[in-house]
């Protein structure tokens, strides 16, 4: 059902063809009422452990490449990579800030729970195998069809490439998928019973959860969020997600609301923007500044809650770098290492979207490992490589904002209207 206020921002798109919007029905109006009608607040977790993170962003680009190109050759960014991060659980659990979890069920009666990633760059659900979690990688959950009751079978098989070179292969299943109090019916979603044994030993989530729109959904699966609009599980098609990444609060990862969004989480009204490229939550920035100096005009970004860091085309890294004061030297593992006591003198980053500048200051953008500092800017390709070719040409056209930016903003994610809507934390 959509409310009126969401066929209100409808007509103003069509009719007016607003490129940006702010909305502000608040503190006790309508935005409040609405979006709290049926909606569910899930927590996030996070781990405490700052040991293994650094080699971890190798994956995540070579995971990145492949969302972005996924018809292009797909070798690992450098060299040899580590594959994934470590995980964390249930209220958005945080894994040292590089990922966030979830817990959820599959099957009824709700025996079986698992860590899923919350991914908003893919739109498909799937979990390993209870057997091959069993034989291979007994530190992760998996699902059992013969433990559910509402499992049906379909056995068309599943294949999905996550931070490796080689496919998660496996089929797919169909039964009831339970996230918070919101229990899928007939929700179908891969089994994965062969993977990179190096991935799934690494990583802490059981599967992943993806948040993005149907038409990215592989094998044209209806995708979990559709499947709680048809069911009537939430009413409004709109998610949001409440990233906390403070260190010494380390329970919290903050809040993921399916079809609900918090005032009280944000400050201000939040700043609506179409999508540019409906499937991935993708829009055209206005412009990306550091300091004075322009990094960007009309630039593309897309959100993506599976990448750790904000990554950059290679010409705007390397102002960033310079003005933060990196050399090249200082890149580990696809990462720059920066001078902790330099962080607090650096200048903000501003992204102006829908004609509204929004602030990353350097407590935003640098994080800190137990006292070893990393930029939260990267690249895709390796920008000390003088040759340019199509594909860095291509790579070198889309900014990603990832939990850095998540972390420094409330952001509301319509996939009816197709909008994506901002604004600073509270
Ligand atoms: C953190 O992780 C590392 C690598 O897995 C492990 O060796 C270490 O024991 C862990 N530390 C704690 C406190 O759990
Ligand atoms: C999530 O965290 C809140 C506050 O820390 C806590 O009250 C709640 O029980 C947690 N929810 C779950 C499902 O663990
Ligand atoms: C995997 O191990 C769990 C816990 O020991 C057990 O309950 C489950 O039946 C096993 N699954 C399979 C498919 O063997
Ligand atoms: C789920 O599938 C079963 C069997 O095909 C069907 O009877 C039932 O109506 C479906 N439920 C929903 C909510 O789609
Ligand atoms: C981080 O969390 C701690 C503990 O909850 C709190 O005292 C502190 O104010 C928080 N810091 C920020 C910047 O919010
Ligand atoms: C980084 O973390 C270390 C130890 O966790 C702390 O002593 C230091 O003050 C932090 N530095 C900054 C710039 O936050």
Not at 10 to 33: D, Y
Not at 100 to 117: D, R
């Amino acid at each position: 059902m959509q409310s009126s206020k969401q066929l209100g921002l409808a007509m103003t798109l069509t009719l007016t063809l607003t490129f940006a919007l702010i909305l502000c029905l608040s503190p006790s109006g309508v935005e409040s009422r609405i979006r709290w009608r049926k909606s569910v607040q899930l927590s996030l977790h996070r781990e405490t452990n700052h040991t293994k993170v650094l080699g971890s962003f190798r994956s995540q680009k070579w995971r990145l490449k492949n969302i972005l190109f996924p018809t292009k050759d797909t070798e690992a960014v450098g060299g040899s990579f580590a594959v994934t991060k470590p995980v964390s659980r249930d209220n958005l659990t945080n894994s040292h800030n590089t990922e966030y979890y979830i817990k959820a069920y599959f099957g009824q009666p709700k025996t079986q729970q698992v860590t899923l990633l919350v991914d908003t760059a893919s739109a498909n659900l799937w979990v390993y195998s209870s057997d091959f979690a069993n034989k291979s990688c007994a530190k992760h959950n998996g699902y059992d069809e013969s433990k559910s009751q509402t499992h049906q079978q379909n056995g068309a098989s599943f294949a999905i490439q996550y931070a490796s070179q080689s496919d998660l292969n496996g089929f797919l299943s169909t039964d009831t998928f339970t996230v918070g109090d919101l229990a899928v019916k007939n929700q179908t979603f891969g089994v994965i019973n062969s993977a990179p044994l190096s991935l799934c030993k690494r990583s802490n989530f059981d599967g992943i959860l993806g948040l993005g729109l149907s038409q990215i959904a592989l094998d044209g699966v209806t995708t979990p969020l559709d499947n709680m609009i048809a069911q009537g599980l939430i009413d409004d098609p709109i998610y949001s997600m409440y990233v906390n990444r403070n260190d010494s609060d380390a329970s919290n990862g903050g809040v993921l609301l399916l079809g609900g969004s918090d005032p009280t989480l944000y400050r201000g009204c939040l700043t609506y923007v179409p999508l540019s490229k409906v499937g991935f939550w993708q829009i055209t920035v206005g412009g990306i500044k550091i300091g004075s100096k322009t990094l960007c005009h009309n630039c593309q970004a897309m959100f993506d809650a599976g990448t750790s860091l904000i990554i950059v085309p290679c010409p705007a890294l390397k102002v960033i770098n310079n003005k933060l004061g990196i050399k090249e030297s200082s890149k580990r593992d696809g990462v720059y290492i920066i001078d902790c006591s330099k962080a607090s003198s650096l200048p903000n980053v501003v992204v102006n979207i829908g004609w509204k500048d929004f602030t990353l200051t350097p407590s935003d953008y640098v994080l800190n490992y137990s006292g070893t500092c990393v930029s939260g800017f990267a690249s895709l390709s390796d920008c000390s490589a003088e040759t340019s070719s199509d594909r860095s040409d291509e790579l070198n056209n889309i900014w990603v904002f990832g939990d850095v930016f998540f972390g420094a903003f409330f952001l509301l994610f319509d996939f009816g209207l197709k909008l994506i809507g901002i604004a600073p934390k509270v």
